[in-house]
């Protein structure tokens, strides 16, 4: 691995910390006093701008701290079990839970139905976001008489796929 190879993948891995941060709406201060100073915000900065490396104990410990499978904090990459090998459908799909029970209809009361089924199962009820995997995206074609290509548009025309804010 090449030094910028190295730090392109620091900078991913900071990313990805910064989205799951963001995501339990925390700012670095938040996490600092929360934490009790285990992760300062000025470190955890550096972490998030790939300018200091995060060592495996320490991630560990900050996935105990958002609550999260260590998995989470690593970045998707073309590689991952996570992205379909074709592109055209991923194999992961994130809804905004708050959008959803915002949501209207026939449909987005069959797509709560099977989240909260989903939430049940894998005792995930952060609330917020609920992450679902190609199998579940099959189910939810199925309940929706849809392909698994047609039900990723129309989860958006419905306004439940999470968009990560940008700033």
């Known amino acids: 691995m090449t030094d910028d190879d190295d730090l392109r993948y620091r900078r ?36 998030e701008r790939g300018e200091r490396a995060i060592s495996v104990p320490r991630l560990q410990r900050m996935a105990r701290f958002y609550d999260v499978p260590v998995d989470q904090l690593l970045p998707v990459g073309d590689d991952d079990p996570g992205v379909s090998g074709d592109g055209a459908v991923p194999q992961k799909v994130v809804i905004d839970l708050v ?12 797509v709560t139905r099977y989240m909260t089924i989903i939430q049940v199962k894998r005792q995930d009820f952060n609330g917020r976001v609920l992450t679902i995997r190609r199998d579940d995206l099959q189910a939810l074609a199925a309940i929706l008489g849809a392909g698994v290509e047609e039900t990723i548009p129309r989860l958006d025309e419905l306004g439940i796929l999470f968009r990560p804010a940008t700033d």
């Open 12 to 47: 991913q891995v900071g990313e990805r910390i910064r989205q799951i941060r963001r995501q339990k709406r925390l700012s670095l201060q938040d996490v600092e006093a929360r934490s009790e100073s285990e992760f300062k915000a000025s470190v955890l900065g550096a972490y």
């Open 99 to 110: 959008k959803l029970r915002e949501a209207e209809g026939p449909e987005a009361e069959m």
